[in-house]
């Protein structure tokens, strides 16, 4: 069994005759639902639902407090290697790039750490370019080795390993997972994916499942989203979720909601996700998914991160770079993206409190 | 009259215990604590940042409560007993509130890793306190295996529905010779009030205070709560008939010499 068996199921449905044919009745029905069902979260997600979204946000905001009280969690990303092998026509990072590219030392990452977790960060995702050669897990396993000294917890955030290798890093200390389909459209995905080991949908498309097996605690999954239609995008983003929490009900499953940005090589997104849209993609899924993890990047802009505090997200990166050795000032590389938040920690802690949550910084202790 | 209750050697003068994992600054802790009165406050060590001077959960608990380290984040026995290691390790204490699951969906306790953990603990000198699904048969084995106490859910965690699983605790409270301490759930003071009435020991609240508009108020409130419905039930509440009472005494030819 596969999230792919899933999805095939959803091949030939008809999303925009659905779409057409939701009511303001549909909508509210499923507001007013304790436990949705596939085709409830999807209404959530049509045009109709727009006129409900202030309904969808008090709803989203109640189930969200209830259930993780009033509090975000923080973390730092933390670029290990932008070496990459892959041409997603997207990516900063692309191979065919002409761009500075780098890797840390093993003091170098100590370095990092150490200015990152100076800022009060507890939670750690370190990420890298998908290269085998240049960073391969190995590699990443000795980073955690150094990593382990200053972070209680640690992420990961890079290609797909195998279900072995996955659990040769838990086995080293690394409790979480991140991965985004990027585009879960089977037909697009090998036109925004020219080249590389990225090209195969599938292999990616399972790797969350694998990283649940090999005992991930934590598992954070998301769309790229502007890549494809962002509504179809979302349900199945969504659908991943539910999937992965119905067959490892002991993981905690995460959905990120990252939009895309400009980057190095001029892409244009196909398609708009303004912040309605990205505000009813959240709200959706967090009627839709009442307990799981939300997380919001610097991606987004210091007022739309403000604003979305109180509507379901529960995870926030906070004086995030993008850049390989970005921390210590002695950055070896370009970013991935440009960031919109560039708050220190210290300015997004404060901000929180001001919104009458409490920054968490610090929720696992190695066992 | 004197009513207290012991746990683990230790005499408590409150019936209401406090979870600190979901107020928007800890901060407030201390004056929730003194509001509601509380003498065992639990928190997750998942969250103590024992490096943190500023983050450090524990510094915001007063010095005069017992802290009850859960296991919040356990997904089996064997990680909740290296949790409760941890949190003595540490300085927490050997009191434990065993919190095991493996439902991400609706939080709901796995009671058979729970016992095991139970057993494991009690053996090691802690006073467990395991938080569980209203089950007879489990309650038993928890018994058996040392708990100090049962802790039953009211309601899955966090939904502040009340007390849901009224007739299940019933039956932990009149069969099991342990406190019953009513964990999760309870989202009014009318409700905390309604299991002391029924006879348990003491409850326990995080949800309705700490996402309460004021927690400080709202702590107070359930203290009163517990307060009350204890007196109530040490006062007997008067019988509250389901049936109506026949004009002409059904045995009245008992009595009846004619």
């Known amino acids: ?367 | 009259m004197e009513d207290s209750l012991v746990i683990g050697g230790r005499e408590l003068r409150s019936r209401l215990f406090i979870g600190t994992g979901k107020f928007s600054s800890n901060r407030i802790i201390p004056e929730v604590v003194k509001s509601a009165e509380v003498q065992v406050v639990t928190v997750a060590l998942r969250r103590i940042d024992f490096e943190s001077k500023d983050e450090n959960l524990v510094q915001y608990i007063p010095d005069d409560c017992i802290i009850m380290p859960n296991t919040s984040g356990a997904r089996n026995a064997d990680e909740a007993v290296r949790i409760a290691r941890l949190a003595r390790a540490a300085g927490c204490g050997n009191w434990v509130k065993i919190e095991i699951v493996t439902d991400n969906r609706y939080l709901l306790p796995d009671n058979m890793e729970t016992i095991k953990a139970t057993e494991m603990l009690a053996k090691e000198g802690f006073v467990v306190l395991p938080y569980m699904s209203p089950d007879l048969m489990a309650a038993k084995r928890l018994r058996d295996a040392g708990a100090a106490a049962v802790m039953p859910l009211g309601a899955p965690i966090g939904t502040n529905r009340g007390l849901r699983t009224r007739e299940l605790v019933k039956i932990l409270i009149n069969e099991i010779d342990l406190p019953i301490i009513v964990d999760a759930g309870l989202g009014k003071p009318s409700e905390a009030a309604e299991a002391m009435e029924l006879g348990a020991a003491a409850v326990l609240v995080n949800t309705a205070v700490a996402t309460a508009g004021d927690p400080v108020q709202m702590a107070k409130a359930f203290n009163l709560a517990v307060k009350a419905g204890r007196l109530a039930y040490l006062a007997g509440t008067g019988a509250v008939k389901e049936y109506a009472e026949a004009s002409s005494p059904l045995t009245g030819f008992l009595s009846d010499n004619a």
Request: charged residues 25%.
């Open chain 1, 1 to 367: 069994m596969s999230f792919y068996d899933k999805y095939i199921t959803y091949h030939d449905f008809d999303f925009d005759g659905f779409f057409g044919r939701v009511t303001d009745g549909d909508v509210q029905r499923a507001l007013n639902k304790d436990y949705l069902n596939e085709l409830d979260y999807l209404a959530l997600l049509s045009p109709t639902a727009e006129k409900h979204l202030e309904q969808m946000a008090v709803k989203a905001q109640q189930l969200t407090i209830r259930n993780f009280g009033k509090v975000i969690f923080l973390f730092a990303p933390l670029y290990l290697s932008n070496y990459c092998t892959n041409r997603c026509v997207y990516c900063g990072f692309n191979v065919t790039n002409d761009i500075r590219r780098g890797k840390l030392t093993l003091d170098e990452v100590a370095q990092e750490a150490e200015a990152i977790s100076c800022t009060g960060i507890r939670h750690i995702l370190i990420l890298t370019g998908e290269s085998r050669k240049d960073s391969p897990v190995s590699y990443i396993k000795d980073c955690v080795n150094v990593l382990k000294r200053y972070f209680p917890s640690i992420s990961i955030e890079v290609y797909p390993l195998d279900e072995q290798e996955y659990a040769e890093l838990v086995e080293a200390g690394v409790d979480g997972f991140t991965m985004f389909q990027e585009v879960y459209n089977e037909k697009l995905y090998p036109e925004l994916h020219l080249g590389g080991p990225k090209r195969n949908y599938r292999y990616r498309l399972d790797a969350p499942e694998r990283a649940c097996r090999a005992n991930m605690r934590t598992v954070n999954i998301g769309a790229l989203l502007g890549l494809d239609e962002w509504r179809r995008e979302s349900f199945f983003t969504g659908l991943h979720a539910d999937y992965l929490q119905d067959h490892y009900p002991d993981i905690e499953i995460a959905v990120s909601f990252p939009r895309i940005k400009p980057s190095a090589g001029c892409f244009r997104p196909k398609c708009q996700v303004n912040d309605k849209n990205l505000v009813q993609a959240i709200l959706a899924l967090r009627l839709f998914m009442p307990r799981a993890g939300i997380t919001i990047s610097t991606r987004e802009s210091a007022k739309m991160r403000d604003n979305l505090i109180g509507l379901g997200v529960t995870r926030m990166s906070a004086g995030s770079s993008t850049a390989v050795g970005g921390y210590s000032h002695k950055s070896k590389s370009s970013v991935q993206f440009d960031i919109s938040d560039e708050r220190s920690v210290e300015e997004i802690k404060n901000l929180i409190y001001s919104k009458g949550y409490q920054p968490v910084f610090k929720n696992w202790h190695p066992i």
